[in-house]
């Protein structure tokens, strides 16, 4: 009885885990962060430059998921494919988005952003790839938002964040999907970049 108890403690315990995942995905939390600024007002200029982000920060990297699953090639080689697949497409969207702001003369807030993205997703890319370092993306694409979110909106917002970022751990650790070390790695990596634009941009 208590085995039985027991591995059923442990799959609710998975089923926590990977829901936690599920919800705190990058392009989630991208359309979190410019649906809130937007609500905020000041921020996010023209419903232009709204869906523009939505579009190139969330449409685009989620589309990899299908795309992975038609491509033959792609789709034999599994997870890892597919998450390296969303890692390119993330990248592509991110240099567009860079491109757009610079074309359409964005305010500084959404070049900051757009800036924040790119740099943050060529690293983890350079990491992951040429030093076979596995940086989380899943905390980078955590810790970028929240530390625009308490930048334009206010500290109030780490409070929430801290409580999300310590379940994302949780989760992370329980599915064994990367080491306390690339946890910190990749949420690090969002919020140093995030923090330099604004002194070079913004101030």
């Given at each position: 009885m208590s085995s039985v108890n027991s591995n059923e403690n442990r799959r609710a315990v998975r089923i926590a885990?990977?829901?936690v995942r599920v919800i705190t995905v990058p392009p989630v939390m991208a359309l979190a962060l410019f649906t809130l600024l937007w609500l905020h007002g000041g921020i996010i200029?023209?419903?232009r430059d709204y869906i523009c982000s939505v579009v190139l920060l969330v449409i685009l990297p989620v589309s990899a998921y299908p795309l992975q699953r038609l491509l033959p090639s792609l789709r034999e080689k599994g997870r890892e494919a597919q998450r390296s697949l969303a890692m390119i497409m993330s990248v592509a969207g991110y240099v567009l988005g860079v491109v757009y702001a610079l074309i359409f003369s964005t305010s500084?807030?959404?070049?900051?952003?757009?800036?924040t993205y790119l740099i943050s997703g060529t690293a983890l890319l350079v990491i992951n790839k040429l030093f076979g370092f596995k940086a989380s993306g899943h905390a980078c694409g955590l810790t970028g938002p929240l530390a625009a979110l308490a930048y334009y909106t206010g500290r109030y917002v780490l409070i929430i964040g801290a409580v999300l970022l310590a379940a994302v751990v949780w989760s992370s650790l329980v599915?064994?999907?990367h080491t306390p070390l690339q946890l910190l790695?990749?949420?690090?990596?969002?919020?140093?970049?995030f923090?330099?634009?604004v002194l070079l941009i913004e101030q």
């Amino acid at each position: 009885m208590s085995s039985v108890n027991s591995n059923e403690n442990r799959r609710a315990v998975r089923i926590a885990a990977k829901t936690v995942r599920v919800i705190t995905v990058p392009p989630v939390m991208a359309l979190a962060l410019f649906t809130l600024l937007w609500l905020h007002g000041g921020i996010i200029g023209q419903v232009r430059d709204y869906i523009c982000s939505v579009v190139l920060l969330v449409i685009l990297p989620v589309s990899a998921y299908p795309l992975q699953r038609l491509l033959p090639s792609l789709r034999e080689k599994g997870r890892e494919a597919q998450r390296s697949l969303a890692m390119i497409m993330s990248v592509a969207g991110y240099v567009l988005g860079v491109v757009y702001a610079l074309i359409f003369s964005t305010s500084p807030a959404i070049l900051t952003l757009f800036l924040t993205y790119l740099i943050s997703g060529t690293a983890l890319l350079v990491i992951n790839k040429l030093f076979g370092f596995k940086a989380s993306g899943h905390a980078c694409g955590l810790t970028g938002p929240l530390a625009a979110l308490a930048y334009y909106t206010g500290r109030y917002v780490l409070i929430i964040g801290a409580v999300l970022l310590a379940a994302v751990v949780w989760s992370s650790l329980v599915m064994k999907r990367h080491t306390p070390l690339q946890l910190l790695v990749g949420g690090a990596v969002p919020v140093a970049a995030f923090a330099l634009l604004v002194l070079l941009i913004e101030q």
